[in-house]
């Protein structure tokens, strides 16, 4: 019974230093991963992902190395500028492992390696920029980096890949300065902006004003055009009126008696005196009611017919005189001034009223003349237009 449980014990044993001897030949690495193998202390060889055998308690496995890409972040560098400025730079560093036995026994820690040399690098490639061309030229960064940074690193077994800048941070007074100098770009280009919008609302309004009074000017000029055209055909009806209808001297003496009263309404006279001429007219008017052509006045015996002018009456307007009323006595004068043809001035010598009544007459006078002048040519213009 003894020898029955000693040989399960054994057996049982001897499974369990199986096993362990199975555990210890065999190893299991995953793929992206690789592991160095040392006999006697020395490298002997790198296991590949799979299944692989060892010798037990002769060959010693060292731990994993990844040989993926990994990303290291490094916090901020200190590093001083062309322009002897202090900034912090956060970099972010990705790398990949492509020889496991160099980076197990070419370095010790190849993340701190790779740190201390980011940094050493980094001031070297900043050392040589102001901080414009910094915080303008990360690419540019990066690309100096990343070359220098595998040139380092090959030897180690390692292979960075790519080399950002995450982070620059200036000083808190260049970062105040840097606010400063963007807030007056922004307030100069607004600036500029809104003189550019005054600009070109002005040059609107003045091309609309210029519009606007071209318009209004040919307005005014059609206008004038039309009421001139309107004019020309008013005379022209009139002279065909006085072509066709035959118009003699009476009617254009007419025509005359009747403005005279509107010279008379003008704004400031006192007296009005009647020209010379007005004579022709009352002849002319007294043979077209039956009276004698000649204007001469009708005998003792034989009154004047009803609207007669006589030529007494003729010669007192054509003189200016006074004309007597119907009961002898003397009439007041054209003047407005009560008098007696041919009476001399009272001290020899007129007045500062008579001659200012002297001065109004010779004015009406010249007015008169004016009219007269135009009648003139009405009447040469309509005898120009009269048959024959």
């Known amino acids: ?37 040392e006999r006697f202390g020395r490298y002997r060889k790198t296991l590949q992902p799979g299944m692989n055998f060892i010798i037990p308690f002769v060959d010693r496995v060292k731990p994993l190395i990844d040989l993926r ?9 200190p590093v001083i500028t062309e322009d002897n400025l202090v900034v912090l730079i956060d970099t972010v560093l990705f790398f990949q492992v492509t020889d496991p036995r160099a980076a197990d026994y070419e370095i010790v820690d190849y993340i701190q390696a790779i740190e201390q040399i980011t940094a050493t690098m980094l001031r070297s490639v900043i050392g040589n920029m102001d901080l414009e ?9 990066n690309t100096m980096l990343r070359g220098v940074l595998d040139d380092a690193s090959g030897k180690w077994g390692l292979r960075v890949t790519r080399v950002e800048i995450k982070a620059i941070d200036p000083p808190k007074s260049v970062i105040d300065a840097m606010e400063k100098q963007m807030r007056a770009e922004r307030e100069k280009r607004a600036a500029i902006l809104t003189a550019e919008g005054v600009r070109q609302s002005k040059i609107l309004t003045a091309e609309g004003e210029k519009q606007s009074q071209i318009l209004t000017a040919e307005g005014d000029k059609q206008s004038q055009i039309l009421r001139a055209e309107g004019q020309a055909q008013a005379i022209g009806t009139v002279f065909q009126a006085v072509h066709h209808n035959d118009a003699d001297a009476k009617v254009l003496a007419y025509q005359y008696l009747q403005t005279l009263p509107q010279l008379a309404q003008a704004e400031g006279n006192t007296f009005w005196v009647i020209p010379s001429e007005v004579t022709s007219a009352l002849r002319t008017l007294s043979g077209a009611f039956g009276g004698e052509g000649d204007g001469q006045p009708a005998g003792p015996g034989h009154p004047g017919h009803p609207g007669q002018v006589t030529g007494a009456a003729t010669a007192a307007l054509a003189g200016g005189t006074a004309l007597p009323g119907a009961d002898g006595d003397p009439a007041e004068s054209l003047t407005g001034d009560p008098a007696v043809a041919g009476d001399p001035p009272m001290n020899g010598d007129l007045t500062r009223a008579e001659q200012e009544v002297a001065e109004q007459a010779a004015r009406t006078r010249e007015e008169l003349a004016h009219v007269e002048q135009e009648v003139a040519a009405v009447q040469a213009e309509a005898e120009r237009f009269s048959p024959g």
């Open 1 to 37: 019974m003894a020898a029955g449980i000693a040989a399960a014990v054994a057996a049982v044993i001897v499974v369990i230093l199986m096993f362990v001897f199975v555990a210890k030949t065999v190893r299991i690495v995953p793929q992206a991963r690789a592991r160095n193998i």
């Open 69 to 77: 890409e990994q990303v290291v972040a490094f916090k901020g560098q």
């Open 133 to 141: 061309e910094t915080l303008t030229s990360r690419d540019k960064i």
